[in-house]
C-alpha cells in the first residue's frame, strides 16, 4: 500500500501532538519550517498533504487548518478525507501522448487549452490509447459501443470524424486518431 505522507508546515506544536499519537494514525508525520526543506520533502514523495495554517498560492496538497481548537479525532477524520480526495483526483487523470483527460470532468487538456469530450469519445480515446496496434471498427463497436448487431453501421466512423474535427478545431492536430488499413489508431 502507498504510504501517506503528512507535512506539517511551520506548526509546531500539532507536530508534536501527531507525533505522540503516530503509531495510531495510518500515515507517516514530517515537520518541516522553511520553504526550501518543503520543496526537498515534496520532490521525494508521491502520496502527501501538507498542513498549513493559512492558503499559499505556491503549494500543492495543501489543508489548511482554520477552526482551531479542533477536536483531535475530527482532525484526524478531515486528513482522511483529504487524503481520499487527493487518491480520487490522482485516479481520474489519464495521459494520452501530450494530452491530459480528466474523467471526472470529461475534459481533455494540452498546455492551457481544454475541449469537453461526450463520454463515448473518453472511451474511445482511452480504448485506443491502450492498443499498441489499430483497433478494427468492430472491435470499436463490440468493446466501446457494446453493439454486436451484423447490421452495417457508421456509427464508429462518423464519431471518429466528429472526434478529430474537435482536436483539429481546439488543438489545431489532425494526426491525434490516425486511419490505418485495419482500424483506428491514436498517433
Known sequence: MNIQNLIIYKLTSLYHILEELGLDLNFKIIFVDSESSLNDQVKKLNNYLIIVDKRYS???NQFVLDGIPINIFKLVEKINIEFLKLQFNSQSEIRVNNYTIDLNSREILKENTKLK??????NTITYLSKSSKPVSINELQTKVWSYHSDIETHTVETHIYRLRKKFLNVFNDNQFIISKKNG???N
Open 58 to 60: 505556491n503549494i500543492a
Open 117 to 122: 469530450l461526450t463520454e463515448k469519445e473518453i
Open 184 to 186: 483506428y489508431q491514436i
